[in-house]
């Protein structure tokens, strides 16, 4: 049966009723252990470590070409087919491999809201089995349109069409504790923390995109502007850049993010 066309985000009801599609693919982004433990049936599992280079001062960057290769031919990676993605944390892991899919110029993919936290305690299906597919025959090629490198941040401080959506926390954005040698936040940048997008109470899922909007546009993040999003390694980031596709935003992502930048002497900081 044909896979019917999907929202960007998918409920967990949606996803039971197309469970076995063999169009779809669907990945766990969760910690190995959870992964082990319990997960959506089917699930193939990326360790969340393989999404980052790992290589200080900016450990959160994209990995090289190759080992994207190796990480997609790992899940049995097929671009004819429609991804849906989830992790344990309410969205951060699972909404930078969603960033990933940009960079490698998939088309096709959903993030399972509230993720393994609404599948399993809402009672879906769930299994224990390690799946170990088939691996995948599709060389990946990476596109540089969702990525904002360093220059290219740099060069939107004085543009007024563009502002920088940091997803850190309050105390990370006003400079009173830091990951890195320097503190605050890259000039001009506004904050909304990640943690500030879900509801906790609803297994994590994220705030009503209605809600979102207002809360974005409160900060003068809108349709309007060119926004690039980051936090410390692009991992909390991941989910705001989600939320900015859901909303038809205009955005990108700085993966090298506040780890580059704070360890830097070189680049502009606000307190």
Same mark, same amino acid.
């Given at each position: 049966?044909?896979?019917?066309?999907?929202?960007?985000?998918?409920?967990?009801?949606?996803?039971?009723?197309?469970?076995?599609?063999?169009?779809?693919?669907?990945? @766990?982004?969760?910690?190995?252990?959870?992964?082990?433990? $319990?997960?959506?049936?089917?699930? $193939?599992?990326?360790?969340?470590?393989?999404?980052?280079?790992? %290589?200080?001062?900016?450990?959160?960057?994209?990995? !090289? #070409?190759?080992?994207?290769?190796?990480?997609?031919?790992?899940?049995?990676? @097929?671009?004819?087919?429609?991804?849906?993605?989830?992790?344990?944390?309410?969205?951060?892991?699972?909404?930078?491999?969603?960033? %990933?899919?940009?960079?490698?110029?998939?088309?096709?993919?959903?993030?399972?809201?509230?993720?393994?936290?609404?599948?399993?305690?809402?009672?879906?299906?769930?299994?224990?089995?390690?799946?170990?597919?088939?691996? &995948?025959?599709?060389?990946?090629?990476?596109?540089? #349109?969702?990525?904002?490198?360093?220059?290219?941040?740099?060069?939107?401080?004085? @543009?007024?069409?563009? $502002?920088?959506?940091?997803?850190?926390?309050?105390? #990370?954005?006003?400079?009173?504790?830091?990951?890195?040698?320097?503190?605050?936040?890259?000039?001009?940048?506004?904050?909304?923390?990640?943690?500030?997008?879900? =509801?906790?109470?609803?297994?994590?899922?994220?705030?009503?995109?209605?809600?979102?909007?207002?809360?974005? #546009?409160?900060?003068?993040?809108?349709? !309007?502007?060119? $926004?690039?999003?980051?936090?410390?390694?692009?991992?909390?980031?991941?989910?705001?850049?989600?939320?900015?596709?859901?909303? &038809?935003?205009?955005?990108?992502?700085? =993966? &090298?993010?506040?780890?580059?930048? &704070?360890?830097?002497?070189?680049?502009?900081?606000? %307190?």
């Amino acid at each position: 049966m044909p896979l019917p066309a999907l929202p960007l985000i998918l409920e967990p009801d949606q996803l039971e009723e197309i469970l076995h599609n063999d169009d779809l693919l669907i990945v @766990d982004v969760c910690q190995p252990g959870v992964y082990e433990r $319990v997960h959506v049936p089917g699930a $193939v599992h990326i360790n969340p470590g393989a999404l980052v280079c790992g %290589t200080p001062p900016a450990p959160g960057k994209l990995p !090289d #070409e190759a080992r994207l290769n190796e990480l997609f031919s790992s899940i049995g990676y @097929d671009p004819g087919k429609h991804i849906v993605a989830y992790d344990d944390e309410g969205g951060g892991w699972a909404g930078r491999f969603l960033w %990933t899919l940009d960079v490698i110029g998939h088309k096709g993919y959903s993030y399972l809201n509230g993720g393994i936290h609404a599948w399993n305690n809402e009672g879906h299906p769930v299994e224990s089995d390690v799946i170990s597919p088939d691996p &995948g025959k599709h060389a990946v090629v990476i596109n540089h #349109e969702p990525i904002a490198d360093l220059s290219q941040v740099l060069a939107q401080i004085p @543009d007024t069409n563009s $502002v920088v959506w940091d997803a850190r926390s309050a105390e #990370e954005y006003q400079g009173l504790k830091s990951g890195s040698a320097r503190k605050g936040h890259i000039p001009g940048a506004v904050n909304l923390d990640w943690l500030d997008t879900m =509801d906790a109470s609803s297994n994590f899922r994220l705030l009503p995109l209605g809600a979102l909007r207002q809360k974005l #546009e409160a900060l003068g993040i809108g349709k !309007d502007q060119k $926004v690039i999003t980051h936090c410390q390694s692009h991992h909390r980031s991941g989910l705001t850049y989600l939320i900015g596709k859901a909303l &038809g935003l205009d955005i990108r992502a700085y =993966d &090298g993010s506040w780890s580059e930048w &704070g360890n830097r002497e070189d680049t502009p900081v606000e %307190t």
